[in-house]
């Protein structure tokens, strides 16, 4: 019997034709009777890699209404959370944010009205307050919508980023902003009260810029201590709010003490910014 009528079999290693009934192959030392994974020898770079499957979640259908999840996440937050994070979605966020915009806006011109201008140059004066206002009026959706985004991005990637993605930390973290619309029809309500009405007279420059620091220092405690109060309030409700969120959106994988301590410091970071402002 000749060599080519030698039976052989492929080594599960290399793939080297061996003599049957050879316990090695001659070419790697792999055993022919086991698997190249019990072998001991790593596999050659022809091996083909091995990859661990994606984790495969049962499909979740929506319960909530956009009008059902809003108000559930006054009653019932952790149900509606849980809702939101597993059917994202943003048609919420932007009722919220369109509603956040248009109690801004009134709020600021409430304030704007508490503040009349006469004399010679009061005109003038009323006009530039008039074109700073638009101004701002502008920008408050643009800064909402910019800082949404960006804590949502920081969110995501605080709370195992790998569980989830920036849709559904998105739709959660802008969920979570209700309780600044709340804090900002009860702050509305309050500058429209508590914020007494003052008339400059810019018949004298100078006693009308002394008319406008003695108006805001009797309005500090409102315009600033007020407003830190509530939005300290606002970021720690929001926060107990969103930790559900991330608690769900990422099925379970970050914990709600610790996604609760992701958006209390990203927000503190928010609230910070806000802070400082109200003195420049």
């Not at 009323?126 to 910019?146: E, F, K, T």
């Not at 920081?154 to 619309?181: M, Q």
């Not at 003052?198 to 405690?221: G, P, R």
């Not at 969120?245 to 910014?273: D, P, Q, R, V």
């Amino acid at each position: 019997m000749g060599l080519d009528d030698v039976k052989r079999t492929t080594c599960p290693q290399c793939g080297q034709l061996v003599p049957s009934g050879n316990s090695y192959c001659g070419k790697c030392g792999a055993s022919m009777s086991r698997s190249p994974r019990s072998s001991g020898i790593e596999p050659t770079s022809s091996s083909p890699s091995i990859r661990r499957p994606r984790p495969q979640y049962p499909h979740y259908d929506r319960k909530l209404s956009l009008l059902g999840r809003i108000t559930k996440l006054l009653t019932s937050p952790e149900e509606a959370m849980e809702d939101i994070s597993l059917a994202p979605d943003y048609g919420g966020v932007i009722v919220l944010f369109i509603a956040w915009t248009i109690i801004s806006i009134i709020s600021f011109n409430i304030a704007l009205q508490k503040i009349q201008f006469v004399g010679p140059y009061g005109d003038d004066v009323n006009r530039m307050v008039a074109a700073g206002a638009a101004g701002v009026v502008m920008l408050i959706p643009v800064v909402l919508i910019i800082r949404w985004l960006i804590k949502s991005y920081l969110i995501r990637h605080a709370c195992d980023s790998k569980s989830w993605n920036f849709e559904t930390a998105a739709s959660v973290t802008g969920y979570a902003y209700l309780p600044n619309i709340i804090f900002s029809i009860i702050g509305l309500f309050t500058v429209w009260l508590l914020i007494p009405s003052v008339v400059i007279d810019t018949v004298d420059i100078d006693l009308a810029l002394a008319q406008m620091d003695i108006f805001t220092a009797q309005t500090m405690w409102i315009t600033v201590g007020l407003s830190t109060l509530f939005s300290l309030l606002a970021l720690f409700w929001k926060s107990h709010i969103g930790s559900y969120g991330a608690y769900f959106g990422t099925h379970k994988n970050c914990e709600k003490g610790s996604a609760f301590g992701s958006f209390l410091m990203i927000g503190f970071l928010g609230f910070i910014i806000d802070f400082i402002s109200n003195f420049i």
